[in-house]
């Protein structure tokens, strides 16, 4: 059957609408995320699924507050993912899911041991729902050939429940054993064939009450910011040059304050190029800048993405 012919404007806002960018650390989608297009506007009813690998080698990717030092440690990281672009009363939204399975192997210390560790599993799984509260209306397939971007207001809220390979028995896991909820805010605005891009977050962690040693660890909340410039190309393509400095998340050990307050810094870029009308692939790369808690890591990513229903 052939597809309805759709307007140059929509057809790269559509191929824009990135649902999930599998950026570095967004396997794990913790607060060192660098995600651009969070929240692009898209036709409503559209369903996105994304394969992808993620590779990453230094400090601890996915819980930057683990007791380790010295740390020389790769992960390669499988994500599946879904989203699918809402109507809610009126304003654009979305629901997306993110599965990682993850292989971390290499060396760290603790309180001064050396210590190995090799391990696969299942890391947490993160959940969300977003909301565009200005700027970007719920739009059928049609409306949406003659929109174009101005400013777009969005909020989300990111749950992930402690799901995931953990062995309280082993001080690095690839799941944390905890829920976390991470509230967001985010502003989008274009000029022309840029846009720009600022995310305010803040990640609130539940208690691990089966730590390392029968201990309960707790806590405090990461906020994080993330700044991206992104221009778009007139065949679809899009690049964007990232920035995310994160801040906070100092954790207790049964109530014993840890000097592990973070302050870190990461920069990074995508490159998404379509190929044909429904599918896309996206590249991705990120390193520390710097990292008071000495997590800094290198990543590397690579996602395939195709898109279908909402009149496409």
Same mark, same amino acid.
């Given at each position: ?32 995320? !660098?995600?651009? /297009? ?6 409503? @009813?559209?369903?996105?699924?994304? &394969? ?20 020389? %440690?790769?992960?390669? $990281?499988?994500?599946?993912? *879904?989203?699918?672009? %809402? ?13 990682? #399975?993850?292989? +971390?192997?290499?060396? &760290?210390? *603790? ?10 599993? =299942? ?12 700027? &970007? ?6 409306? =949406? ?14 749950? &992930?429940?402690?799901? @995931? ?5 082993? !001080?690095?896991?690839?799941? $944390?054993?905890?829920?976390? =909820? ?13 846009? %720009?891009? %600022?995310?305010?977050?803040?990640? *609130? ?6 730590? #390392? ?8 909340? +990461? *906020? ?6 992104? #221009?778009?190309?007139?065949? @679809?393509?899009?690049? $964007?040059?990232?920035?995310? #400095?994160?801040?906070?998340? /100092? ?19 995508? +490159? ?36 279908? @229903?909402?009149? +496409?």
């Amino acid at each position: 059957m052939r597809l309805p012919r759709v307007g140059a404007c929509a057809v790269n806002a559509i191929r824009l609408a990135g649902a999930l960018v599998l950026a570095v650390s967004a396997a794990n989608a913790w607060a060192q995320d !660098i995600e651009p /297009r969070a929240y692009s506007n898209a036709p409503v @009813g559209v369903n996105f699924l994304i &394969a992808g690998v993620v590779r990453t080698r230094g400090g601890l990717s996915f819980d930057s507050s683990i007791p380790i030092t010295d740390a020389k %440690l790769e992960t390669t $990281s499988l994500v599946l993912a *879904y989203a699918r672009s %809402l109507d809610v009363w009126g304003k654009s939204g979305k629901f997306d899911a993110i599965v990682p #399975y993850t292989r +971390l192997e290499g060396t &760290a210390d *603790y309180l001064g041991q050396p210590l190995e560790r090799q391990v696969e599993g =299942f890391a947490r799984p993160a959940f969300r729902i977003s909301v565009n509260l200005h700027g &970007a209306p719920a739009l059928g397939l049609k409306e =949406f050939r003659t929109w174009k971007q101005d400013l777009i207001i969005g909020a989300s809220l990111q749950v &992930a429940p402690p799901w @995931g390979q953990y062995d309280a028995d082993r !001080i690095v896991n690839i799941s $944390s054993h905890r829920w976390s =909820f991470k509230p967001e805010v985010g502003l989008s605005k274009a000029i022309g064939s840029w846009t %720009l891009e %600022l995310q305010a977050a803040a990640t *609130y962690f539940a208690d691990n009450g089966d730590f #390392y040693g029968g201990t309960t660890r707790s806590q405090d909340p +990461l *906020y994080s910011l993330q700044g991206h410039v992104i #221009y778009g190309f007139a065949s @679809g393509k899009w690049l $964007s040059v990232d920035a995310t #400095y994160f801040t906070g998340g /100092r954790s207790r050990i049964d109530d014993v304050l840890n000097n592990d307050l973070q302050q870190n810094w990461r920069v990074g870029a995508i +490159l998404a190029i379509p190929v044909g009308p429904l599918n896309s692939i996206k590249f991705s790369a990120s390193s520390g800048v710097s990292a008071r808690t000495g997590n800094n890591f290198d990543a590397l990513g690579v996602a395939w993405q195709y898109r279908w @229903g909402g009149g +496409l």
